[in-house]
């Protein structure tokens, strides 16, 4: 089965910094995205980590460890329109197809206060 | 910059109803998928598309739901006979390689009553 975990809630002061933390467990792991999505938009990509290590990205940064199922985001700077909810999703390689769906966890909703 | 459209951006049907939501997706991708969120919850994957075909579907992706691509550009999923539990918003997505990240449609908010 497949199973992707991250906080439901969290709130954070503008300026500050904030870690969003996902664990995960499936089968065929083909790397893990994290998308920002603002209420009633689509997602929009953020980042994408297939090996472990830390990828950094002006403000974001994320992290994986493949052996702990583990990933964070982390934002820095933080801007009250980073108010949204941060979507952990990871790519599930099709072993008899060409594409790879990605499955996401229910999204962490960040709230950003003065 | 290039971005994935879709249309309508909310529908209204009837339950039993036919509907056939839109997309285009950015011109030099080739690979397709369909998603769905149901309000307040998690965005689950529905059907990925490439070459022409099918390359997976998920358990929700039953004989009411159908995908095509009936021109260069156009991507659409029809759903047969709608049911109340359709209601949701259908985000379509593209990318340009099965590891490259997928962009996603503005999304076509479908109302079943």
């Known amino acids: 089965g497949q199973n992707i975990d991250q906080p439901t809630e969290m709130t954070a002061t503008e300026g500050a910094i904030v870690q969003i933390n996902c664990t995960y467990q499936t089968s065929g792991f083909n790397g893990l995205f994290w998308y920002q999505q603002h209420a009633g938009e689509a997602p929009t990509f953020l980042s994408y980590n297939v090996l472990d290590g830390l990828e950094e990205k002006g403000r974001f940064s994320s992290f994986l460890s493949r052996s702990k199922g583990y990933s964070y985001l982390l934002l820095k700077e933080l801007q009250m329109k980073d108010s949204a909810s941060y979507l952990c999703a990871v790519s599930h390689l099709n072993y008899g197809g060409a594409t790879n769906k990605l499955i996401f966890g229910t999204g962490t909703l960040l709230a950003v206060q003065p | 910059e290039p971005e994935v459209t879709q249309t309508p951006s909310h529908q209204v049907t009837q339950m039993g109803q036919e509907v056939i939501l839109r997309c285009v997706p950015i011109?030099?991708?080739?690979?397709f998928y369909w998603y769905r969120q149901i309000l307040g919850q998690k965005v689950e994957f529905l059907v990925s598309f490439y070459n022409n075909e099918i390359s997976e579907k998920s358990e929700i992706f039953d004989d009411q739901f159908s995908v095509e691509r009936p021109d260069g550009s156009n991507f659409t999923l029809k759903i047969r006979s709608t049911k109340l539990e359709d209601s949701a918003m259908y985000f379509c997505?593209?990318?340009?390689?099965?590891?490259?990240?997928?962009?996603f449609g503005p999304g076509t908010r479908l109302t079943v009553l």
């Open positions: 997505a593209s990318s340009e390689s099965p590891n490259n990240e997928q962009f």
């Open positions: 011109s030099n991708h080739l690979y």
